[in-house]
Structure formats: structure tokens, C-alpha cells
């Protein structure tokens, strides 16, 4: 009886071996793709897109989310250490880090799938959406030129006005320039009405805000040649950038409380009617139509103050995902996102979404604010994709000297020359770290 059962443990044993190893390969089968994301608000659509595929295909895509962004990064930057990342993922960290990846062999270059037919993929996509992913010659980072990223929806920076606020103060169209939005922001005043709200207790968005006036006042070449060190922010146009904070809060019309405001504060306030104007990004379509389904509203560039160069805005692709260079079903990962952003594909996330598609083809299948937004993709530009980037340090001094001007501690001229101090300061430490460095070589 010993023997036998013995032998039905064996036996047993062996059933089970059997299964599990079935079941490793059915997670290895070749029709298997892993993607890993961040993005909360789009997961159901993601795994709706996923079915629809494998219907289509029989390629199973399995979705799998992981957040918030901090702990999705972490996540990515454990995976990418012990080389395990899976077919498709997201880079949600810094251009520099995405570059670390690609030298690594992290990251599959998809310049050929874009450019194949014609060019047709590439030639669907809005051309800034891609910016963010592609590398150009002679970058800064060492990396071969190619486009490395997939992005499925695309995003900017705009003005967005309450038509009914403005109304209630006599204005039936929104500001040509910025002289006019002063008016605008005094007379709503006049009647008790905030006029302008953001989030700037968030640096990022001074830094957008700031650079766009700086690339409508003193044109592109001259931003990227301060941002070199060739030009010093007490240069006068820079004074100018400055004055357009001071001009602001002197007409009484910045939202109380604002430099220390969060954004989700300040689109609480845009989507409540607490305030008349407001600078955000694309996706408040869908944070203010969830607050305030009813609320009326335009989106515009910021007014300018100089007709001589172009309003400047931030924008880019929004969320992108990369395929992994070592996967062992990279044809079948480039696939899906090849069909993800496709015309219907497309459609249908921005329709459950709200943000701005990919595909420029799609446009015509989103809802008309959207619409709005997308018209101003070509007047977009990013800090990743310029040649030169400021230090981190001297953006936050500018951002502290926004404040003190806000504040009335300060005048624009003070804050320019306070800035350029720490811009000198940081240009001679980076001469001693490479002076360092060149001694020990």
C-alpha cells in the first residue's frame, strides 16, 4: 500500500509539473504582448482597445497598470536595471533618462516603421507629437537620430476664457492682445469678478507661462541664446517678461492666493466660475466638464504683447509608449501601436478621454473645444526638444522673483538683476566641474 501511494504522489507530481509548465509557456506564447502604464483615467479604454485587437488579430495585449506615476517609475526603473521590462511601456521620467534607456539597449528605434510607405504612420500623426520622441542629429545626449516613442494623444498650454463672466462685463470676444486682457482683467475687478487663475504654487506652470511671453517679446534665437549664457536676463526684453507679472498683478485681477495656489485648485476655481481666465493645459477639458458639464468656455494663446514674433506655447505628445529592444515579439508590439493610433482607434480615445489625439485624421471626431486646441499644435514648442535647457536652479530663482513681484517685494529690474546673479554663479561652478574633470583626464 506504501508503494502505491507513493506512486499516486509521483504520478501526481507529475500532473502538476505538467500543468505549470503549460501554463509558463502559455504566458511566453508568442501572441502575448505586455504593456505596462501609469495612466489612471485611460485604463479603461486601454483594455477596451486591447479586446478590440485581439478580436480583430487573435494577438492577445495585455494591459497592466501600475500608480501613481512616482511608484509607475519606480517600477520601470527596477525593470530596466534587471532588464525586464515588458514589450511596451511608458517613459514618464526626463528626456536624459529616456536617452540612458535607449543607450542601453532599452528601447527599440521605430524610425523605419514610421517611414515605411511613404511615410505613412509618421505622416498621420501630428508632426509636434512626435517631438518629444525623436532624437535629431548632433543631440546632446549621445543618441543615434531616430524617433523612439509612440505618443497617443498629444497636449498643450492655452488661455481658456468664461464666456459668460466676460459678458457680465461688457466683452462679447476674448482679448486680441495683451494691453487688451489688462483692460479685460480691471473691468472685471470693477464688478467683482477674480479675472485670472492658475496654479502657480507649481513651478512648472511660471516657467510655461513666463516662456511663452519670452518667445512672443523677444523671439526664439534670443531665449535659446539666454539660456546658453550669451544673453543676460537684465537684458531689457527680459525686463519685459517680468513686467508682464507686475502689469498683471497691477490691475487687480490675479485670483487670491495664487502663488501658492495648486493647479487642481485653480481649475476648481476656472470650472466653479470663480474666476474669468485661466492658464492650463489640454487636459482640463475633461477635469472642468466633470466639475461643471454646463460651463461655457474658449480657449485661446495667451494675448500677446508683441506682434513681431509668435506666441510660443508649450505642447507636445502627451503620454507615449516605447517598445522594449529586447522583446521577443517587437513586430507584434509595434503593431498594436500602430493600430492604437490609428483614425478610429484614435477617436475613440479621445471621446472617452478627453484629451487631444494623436492622429491629426481624428480631429474631425472630438468634441469642438478639443477641436480648439488642437488649432494651435503648430504654435507649440518644449523643453525637451530645445538645444539648450536652463538650470534648475536658476529656474527656481526666477520663479521665486515672480513671487516677490506678485507679492509687490520687488520690481521686475531687481528680479532680472537677482536672476542673472544666479545664472553667473551657476555658469562659473559648471566651469570648475569641467575644468575638474578635464584635470582628471
Known sequence: MNKISAGIIVFCLFIGLIILNKDKV????????????????????????????????????????????????????AAAQAKMLPDIYGNVDTKETFANYIRSGQVADLTSYFQADNQAWEASLFPKALEGNRFYEDNIYGVKPGIYGVPIDVTNMQLLYNKKLLAKAGFQNPPKDFAEFIGMLKALKRIGIPGFVSGWGELWLVDCFSSNYAFNIMGEAKVMATLK??????????????????????????????????????????????????????WCVNVYYKMNPRLSYGVMLPPPVNDKFPMMIWGNGGSSFSVNYRSKVKERAVDFLKWMTAKEQQALLAKETMNLPSNREA?????????????????????TVWKYNENPIVVERFYKGVQSIILGDKTPETVAQEVQEEKQKQIEREKRINNRKNRAK
Open 363 to 383: 480631429v474631425a471626431d472630438i468634441p469642438s473645444v478639443l477641436s480648439d486646441f488642437t488649432m494651435a499644435m503648430d504654435a507649440t514648442t518644449h523643453p
Open 26 to 77: 502559455k504566458e511566453k506564447s508568442p501572441d502575448k504582448v505586455i504593456l505596462w502604464h501609469w495612466l489612471t483615467d485611460r485604463d479603461k479604454v486601454l483594455q477596451e482597445l486591447a479586446r478590440k485587437y485581439k478580436e480583430q488579430t487573435g494577438v492577445d495585449v495585455v494591459v497592466e497598470l501600475y500608480a501613481p506615476a512616482d511608484s509607475y517609475v519606480r517600477k520601470v526603473t
Open 229 to 282: 549664457g550669451d544673453v543676460p536676463y537684465t537684458d531689457p526684453d527680459w525686463v519685459k517678461v517680468f513686467m508682464v507679472f507686475k502689469e498683471m498683478k497691477d490691475s487687480g485681477g490675479l485670483a487670491e492666493g495664487i502663488i501658492t495656489k495648486p493647479n487642481k485648485y485653480a481649475e476648481q476655481d476656472f470650472a466653479l466660475e470663480r474666476a474669468a481666465f485661466a492658464f492650463n493645459g489640454s
